[in-house]
T-cell receptor, first 113, second 112 residues
Framework: NAGVTQTPKFQVLKTGQSMTLQCAQD?????MSWYRQDPGMGLRLIHY???????DQGEVPNGYNVSRSTTEDFPLRLLSAAPSQTSVYFC????????????FGPGTRLTVT | KQEVTQIPAALSVPEGENLVLNCSFT??????LQWFRQDPGKGLTSLLL?????REQTSGRLNASLDKSSGRSTLYIAASQPGDSATYLC???????????FGQGTTLQVKP
């Protein structure tokens, strides 16, 4: 049982490049989400999904795209990277949106130059 | 709008001391409150989850309390050890989107 896994651990992009951050969980959780963590701003919700085929925007969705074709995977796409997207990205999952504990992945540290 | 505050931002204590970390939130209509630990450059590890109907939860040397009416939670760490050094984050879940609202964290250093 690996929990929540994220790849890559580190990534450097040039402005304008696109990439996909991968997130997978093996706990059969319906709810998955993406957060970014920035100094002085804390963790902020980017997008979330309540099940396969269902996604919605969080607090800071601009510049990011998501899809959920399976229960296990929830990739985050940067369409055209900008320096403002330099951050640490965390994926999280829980059994549902109710009063459940949330489990976080190890994070992806992204630098956009 | 729900806001979560953690005070102090940083704390340094000698090994063996008992300590309390504070978390306050502005809207008492929460589903639950979760305490996390984050080591430098690492992910978030869940420590304790308190449901809105509960007053406290315990795990080993950790005890978390919740007072919804006053909008406060505390994380009590007994007999602190250097291995407890980390940033501690509290987060509340309110609303039906599953979204967590995080505090800025308290960075704890336990000196040998």
């Amino acid at each position: 049982n690996a929990g929540v896994t994220q790849t890559p651990k580190f990534q450097v992009l040039k402005t304008g490049q696109s990439m996909t951050l991968q997130c997978a969980q093996d706990m059969n959780h319906e709810y998955m989400s993406w957060y970014r963590q920035d100094p002085g701003m804390g963790l902020r919700l980017i997008h979330y999904s309540v099940g396969a085929g269902i996604t919605d925007q969080g607090e800071v969705p601009n510049g990011y795209n998501v899809s959920r074709s399976t229960t296990e995977d929830f990739p985050l796409r940067l369409l055209s990277a900008a320096p403002s997207q330099t951050s640490v990205y965390f994926c999280a999952s829980s059994p549902g949106t109710g009063t459940y504990e949330q489990y976080f992945g190890p994070g992806t540290r992204l630098t956009v130059t | 709008k729900q806001e979560v505050t953690q005070i102090p931002a940083a704390l340094s204590v000698p090994e063996g001391e008992n300590l309390v970390l504070n978390c306050s939130f502005t809207d008492s209509a929460i589903y639950n409150l979760q305490w996390f630990r984050q080591d430098p450059g690492k992910g978030l590890t869940s420590l304790l989850l308190i449901q809105s109907s509960q007053r406290e939860q315990t795990s080993g040397r950790l005890n978390a309390s919740l007072d919804k009416s006053s909008g406060r939670s505390t994380l009590y760490i007994a007999a602190s050890q250097p291995g407890d050094s980390a940033t501690y984050l509290c987060a509340v879940k309110s609303g039906n989107t599953g979204k967590l609202i995080f505090g800025q964290g308290t960075t704890l250093q336990v000196k040998p």
